[in-house]
């Protein structure tokens, strides 16, 4: 599949980093609207926030790194920095937790860096309403620390759950785990404070109200502004939807010789219509061998096993009891083999660690190496799951006969909802990022797009939670969206008419050129 997607690069305009003197003028008008220790300029502190997970070529760190960051603690603090930005036309860049693997928080052109991370109150817990209300720079775990004390939980919980930023989540429109049980953000986030590009703030969700959970009043604004990856603005406050801590958990995982017998499971398990089934997860021949062989966070797993299928219930006691017993029925009728309690348990349990792992691959030669994680996601159905199975270990396998930087970590497939419509399918990838020089980075970019490519062809989307906005598989959106990347275009150059909010991103520097019709249908495969 190599090289079937090959595009021109897209012939965006460029911006360099601010000019000094630019940078000299926005940290004095600065000045009077945040304290000095709210702006940072020495050389750690733009460091430390010109990375995240996603691997890129160490030699190049220097381009991404921001003039200076400042850290808000209120909406009207926020508004004023952006106000400042878009009057002298600075780049500005929403952080969060940088937890984020589509580079949505690293500064592509510089500029400020508005790092929300002390914006982390609890404003309001509204225990009859079940709802509480939060600065964005709040992460999950701290958060449900506080609202375990009233038995409440905010179940919203992404792989990087002790680290990532109610924020953030706002603006990846992030994917939970147990979003089956649960819905994911764009589900329990009710309404939130939202500071456009502009320096105005709106506030968006189902109607006015912040706890309104469904209006038929306009457009359903909310949605616009998740999953923009910082191109929109900066949400400052939200009002998140609670529920009660769950009594009992059953999570247990179970071994099949070959993968075609756990996909068939993993289908039964989520179409069996069990009212406290939060997910299931179905791992491939090549996600057992690495966890077996490389993640020090794993439990190890008998060596004939080819394929794991987990699944989690969360609830009351006598309903997960009850669910759980329909669980092992299915199980018992497609072969599954149970791997006892204490692997089950303790790998759902470490479902959190391995977000922070020190890892190591191998090259093809069998050279153990360090390797920093990467993974490309998309949004499948059930139905075509095995088909992107193969194709992107395929794409991976071509990249790791041409050199040693990468290697194959395996796949994963979650379920989406609770009917099992789509799989969150994502194929985790080894990159050796002291070799990765600009020529293994052009492979790893054609291999993104041909990734995006093969998820498109089976009727996927390129992303169901990272976004899609880095190179590579970025190109495809425009075929992905069809008249909706016109849409976007038309709703970017309308909110952020300087183009000073993340530019850069999702191809929207499109918005501010002329006629782009011809380049549009070429990434749309309209030739």
């Not at 499948?380 to 990468?406: C, G, M, Q, S």
């Amino acid at each position: 599949m190599t090289g079937e997607t090959e595009l021109a690069t897209p012939t965006v305009s460029t911006l360099e980093h601010p000019p000094t003197d630019l940078i000299d003028r926005v940290v004095e008008r600065l000045h009077g609207v945040l304290r000095p220790d709210q702006i940072l300029t020495g050389k750690t502190d733009r460091y430390n926030r010109a990375r995240v997970p996603a691997p890129f070529p160490v030699h190049r760190w220097r381009e991404r790194v921001p003039d200076l960051a400042v850290l808000p603690e209120s909406t009207e603090e926020v508004a004023a920095v952006v106000r400042i930005a878009n009057e002298l036309k600075c780049p500005v860049v929403p952080r969060d937790g940088g937890t984020g693997l589509t580079d949505g928080a690293v500064p592509l052109r510089g500029g400020i860096v508005v790092d929300v991370k002390r914006m982390n109150r609890i404003h309001e817990l509204d225990l009859e309403n079940r709802t509480v209300t939060v600065g964005t720079g709040i992460n999950m775990l701290k958060l449900n620390e506080v609202l375990g004390r009233h038995g409440l939980i905010y179940p919203d919980d992404p792989a990087s759950y002790p680290c990532s930023l109610v924020g953030g989540r706002i603006g990846t429109s992030g994917w939970s785990l147990i979003g089956a049980r649960y819905g994911h953000t764009r589900d329990l986030v009710l309404s939130f404070d939202f500071v456009l590009p502009t320096g105005e703030i709106l506030h968006v969700g189902d109607g006015i109200g912040r706890k309104i959970s469904k209006s038929s009043s306009g457009y359903q604004l909310k949605h616009l502004f998740m999953g923009h990856q910082g191109t929109l603005g900066i949400a400052t406050k939200a009002t998140l939807k609670l529920y009660p801590k769950p009594e009992a958990e059953l999570s247990p995982f179970w071994a099949f010789d070959d993968y075609d017998a756990a996909y068939r499971f993993t289908g039964a398990l989520a179409r069996a219509g069990v009212a406290t089934f939060a997910g299931a997860v179905l791992f491939d021949e090549w996600k057992v061998a690495y966890l077996r062989r490389d993640d020090e966070a794993y439990i190890p797993q008998p060596a004939d096993v080819r394929a794991l299928t987990c699944a989690v219930l969360y609830g009351w006691e006598d309903e997960v009891r009850v669910g759980g017993k329909r669980l092992f029925r299915i199980a018992k009728e497609h072969g599954a083999r149970y791997l006892g309690d204490e692997i089950s348990e303790g790998d759902w349990a470490a479902r959190h660690d391995r977000y922070a792992t020190p890892l190591h691959g191998r090259t093809k030669s069998g050279q153990v190496v360090p390797m920093s994680w990467h993974c490309e996601d998309a949004a499948v159905n059930y139905t075509d799951v095995p088909a992107v199975t193969k194709a992107w270990h395929e794409i991976v396998a071509d990249l790791r006969r041409r050199t040693d930087v990468f290697d194959d970590w395996g796949m994963f497939a979650y379920t989406s909802a609770d009917t099992g419509v789509d799989y969150l399918t994502e194929i985790d990838v080894g990159i050796w990022e002291q070799r990765l020089d600009d020529a293994a980075w052009a492979m790893w970019v054609q291999a993104k797009r041909d990734i995006a490519a093969a998820a498109l062809a089976h009727g996927g989307s390129i992303s169901a939670c990272h976004g899609s906005c880095r190179e590579g598989e970025v190109d495809l959106v425009p075929r992905e969206l069809g008249r909706g990347f016109d849409v976007m275009l038309g709703v970017k150059r309308m909110l952020d008419p300087n183009n000073i909010m993340n530019p850069g991103k999702y191809l929207l520097d499109f918005a501010y050129q002329g006629d782009v019709s011809a380049q549009l249908d070429e990434l749309r495969g309209i030739r």
